[in-house]
Structures are given as structure tokens and as C-alpha cells.
Nanobody
Framework: QVQLVESGGGLVQAGGSLRLSCVASGNIESINAMGWYRQAPGKRRELVATATSGSSANYADSVKGRFTISRDNAKKMVYLQMNSLKPEDTAVYYC???????????????WGQGTQVTVSS
């Protein structure tokens, strides 16, 4: 059974920084893309950043220049360094990964349970 577990959320003042971490565990043959999404109250879940297994990154326009995604493929981890945080970054942040459990299995999409990030003004 595959699990994604996030950590690193919390409360921070505007202009501050946080680093989110996510580790994948369980029956994992391969991991393709890993990334971060967020959902603010009353809003739809949205992409924050994704990184391929080769660490090619893609960012939402709203976080470009402030957030950096990185991966440690050996540890099956993905990180999100968030700098210059704004109150509008407040949301539950979810880790996402595209994982194959067996060589012959299809790629499946997995989600973590989410970690709260709150930015005060």
C-alpha cells in the first residue's frame, strides 16, 4: 500500500518562509512526477508546483520566484521551499505523486493527507 506523508506546515508571518516535505512509502516500483497542490477554504484545489523524475519543474504563476520544488529520488521525497509568503498562500497543501507499484502495473495517482499552511498579515 502506497502512502504519501507531508510535514512542515504551520503558522508564519507574511514575508516568512516554510519548507514542506513529503515522503512516499510502500510498494513502489517507480515514481514519475511528484508535486504540490493547495486548497484554500471555499476554493478548488490548484497546482502549486510539480517536478518530473529528472527534476524538470513547473510552477503556478502565483508562486514563481518565491517557491522552489526539489526532489530526492533515492529517498522518495519531494520538498517545497516557500519564501516571501503571503496571506493568500494560506491553504492546505497536498503532496501528489504518479506511482507504479509493479513493473506491469499502470501508473496511479496518489495524494497525501495534507498539511496546513497559514500566513498571517
Amino acid at each position: 500500500q502506497v502512502q504519501l506523508v507531508e510535514s512542515g506546515g504551520g503558522l508564519v508571518q507574511a514575508g516568512g518562509s516554510l519548507r514542506l516535505s513529503c515522503v512516499a512509502s510502500g510498494n513502489i516500483e517507480s515514481i514519475n512526477a511528484m508535486g504540490w497542490y493547495r486548497q484554500a477554504p471555499g476554493k478548488r484545489r490548484e497546482l502549486v508546483a510539480t517536478a518530473t523524475s529528472g527534476s524538470s519543474a513547473n510552477y503556478a504563476d502565483s508562486v514563481k520566484g518565491r517557491f522552489t520544488i526539489s526532489r530526492d529520488n533515492a529517498k522518495k521525497m519531494v520538498y517545497l521551499q516557500m519564501n516571501s509568503l503571503k496571506p493568500e498562500d494560506t491553504a492546505v497543501y497536498y503532496c501528489n505523486a504518479d506511482i507504479k507499484e509493479r513493473p506491469w502495473a499502470p501508473w496511479n495517482d496518489y495524494w497525501g493527507q495534507g498539511t496546513q499552511v497559514t500566513v498571517s498579515s
